[in-house]
């Protein structure tokens, strides 16, 4: 690896990093108001202000500008199906949010690495060998551990990080089904309309909105922001380097939220994430390990041809 890709690799780890900061900051936001709006007004307010980002991401994308700076995509259905998987996977996670300890809701949710391979099977065509299913296995036993289904801790309010979990990994693998040529930040805008529009359905369905006050509003602008900056920030940090050299770095996360949901609510769950935290961990850093591995095989067999 030249200096060059090793600084690049570097700057997106560190970018990655901060992006999973931003949305951890998000999440504080959204259970800190949590008490005064539904789940689907704080849906719609993010991705409303969250826009703002995305536009920016669009405007500054070079594939964008390459491909004619298009507005529409050739798979609009794919595209709207996507945004109504991400406005239920908000509905979910920010209910857990509102109901749970910040770090388990947070843990829970890192699931969504193992349905993506679980989805990547019928949806993609992928093969999925013994080490990686091993690993899925391992990391529902973590999940499961935290859930505490039977215990006297146990709370049926564990379902809605996990089906968050599903949707949000059900979007990203429906990502990869649009064609090659469609610029990112397309993508993105679409779903983030979509889940914006959809969760303006769904508020009005239930009541309509709650007109926030000055203070209200500022923290609902700070959840756009923090939101639509993380969104930001990951999008470049995946078009510096490889996806595998920043998955490893996702799981710091977990101890972030924990940090965090303990210094800003008073909230340790020590006996609620560990060991099924670890668990969790280890199960996606295998996933990672095999996929890299597998990658590299599969180019030196190009090499060699």
């Known amino acids: ?16 990093l901060f992006a999973i900061l ?19 007004e704080l849906s719609a307010w993010r991705n409303v202000i969250g826009l703002i980002p995305s536009m920016i991401a669009l405007y500054l994308s070079s594939a964008w500008i390459k491909a004619g700076k298009p507005w529409r995509v050739r798979q609009t259905k794919l595209a ?42 019928p949806l993609l065509g992928e093969r999925v060998g013994i080490a990686r299913w091993s690993a899925v296995l391992v990391g529902f036993v973590g999940v499961v551990l935290v859930m505490r289904p039977g215990a006297g801790t146990f709370s049926t309010d564990a379902i809605f990080p996990l089906i968050a979990a599903f949707c949000y990994a059900l979007a990203g693998v429906t990502a990869r089904l649009f064609d090659e040529d469609v610029p990112t930040p397309l993508i993105n805008l679409y779903s983030s309309a979509t889940a914006a529009l959809g969760a303006v359905v769904v508020a009005f369905f239930f009541g309509g909105f709650t007109a926030p006050d000055l203070t209200q509003f500022l923290w609902i602008c700070a959840m756009g922001f923090f939101g639509g900056c993380a969104v930001l920030c990951l999008m470049v940090a995946y078009r ?49 390990w095999r996929e890299r591995m597998l990658k590299t095989r599969a180019a030196a067999a190009t090499i060699q041809k």
Do not use: C
């Open 1 to 16: 690896m030249t200096d060059a890709k090793a600084d690049n690799v570097v700057a997106a780890i560190l970018l990655s």
């Open 22 to 40: 931003l949305f951890d900051f998000m999440g504080l936001v959204i259970k800190r108001i949590s008490a005064d709006f539904t789940a689907a």
């Open 80 to 121: 709207l199906f996507r945004g109504v998987i991400l406005t239920i996977a908000q509905l979910a996670f920010y209910i857990g949010l509102a109901r749970m300890a910040f770090a388990t809701v947070n843990t829970i949710s890192y699931a969504n690495a193992l349905f993506m391979v679980a989805l990547a099977v």
């Open 240 to 288: 510096m380097t490889e996806q595998s050299n920043l998955a490893p770095f996702n799981y710091f996360g977990i101890p972030m939220a924990f940090v965090l949901g303990w210094f800003f609510f008073d909230e340790a769950p020590w006996d609620e994430l560990f060991p099924g935290a670890l668990l969790i961990i280890a199960s996606g850093l295998i996933i990672v």
